[in-house]
């Protein structure tokens, strides 16, 4: 059975708008530079995608999906004895240098837009959310008693995660995600003993 016409077209379109921001920044997100870059007319980007803040909020959640729904996936694939591993692999693994490069660039446009202009309702706070709870989920499942660091450690992951992705678009070593993911499994075994 052949995908969905309109299915494949918004993906182009939001792997489009991606590859933009990541390059642009969100102000410069236009209907016709979407266009231009999947090399569509502009007419067909407002016919899948509507103006440019329906765009800017598929963006939004095609991102936010994306990430979180990946790092799920990794998790469910993995042994439930090595789940805390293979999320630490999966958030400090080469997965979105390598393949999804032009992502965390995006993600840090967006950040950053929606923290200049929070009126437009536009956050990726939901997945990160989504993505602290499945960490906390993950790290209390082999604890008797649930230590009420859980929580925190989780969070505590997710921040050196997105603070080693966002350095890395900057430019700065893969060893350096290296250190953050010791320290991530420090603060890990720590926890879980």
């Known amino acids: 059975m052949r995908p969905d016409l309109s299915e494949v077209r918004r993906k182009q379109i939001l792997d489009g708008a991606t590859r933009c921001v990541a390059l642009h920044g969100v102000e410069a997100l236009t209907l016709a530079s979407v266009a231009d870059e999947v090399g569509m007319s502009r007419s067909h980007i407002r016919h899948y995608m509507g103006n440019r803040d329906e765009l800017l909020q598929a963006l939004v959640k095609h991102l936010g999906s994306r990430y979180s729904e990946q790092l799920s996936m990794a998790v469910e694939a993995a042994d439930p004895s090595r789940r805390v591993e293979a999320a630490l692999d999966h958030l400090f693994g080469d997965y979105w240098d390598e393949d999804l490069p032009e992502d965390s660039a995006a993600i840090d446009a967006l950040i950053a837009f929606s923290a200049n202009s929070p009126e437009r309702g536009l956050t990726l706070l939901p997945y990160y959310l989504g993505i ?62």
Do not use: N
């Not at 925190?152 to 050196?160: N, R």
């Open 132 to 193: 602290e709870s499945l960490l906390t989920k993950i790290l209390g499942a082999g604890q008797v008693e649930i230590d009420p660091r859980t929580g925190d450690v989780a969070y505590s992951i997710l921040c050196l995660a997105y603070g080693s992705s966002s350095m890395r678009t900057m430019g700065f070593p893969r060893d350096r995600r290296d250190a953050a993911r010791a320290v991530a499994d420090a603060i890990t075994g720590e926890l879980l003993g």
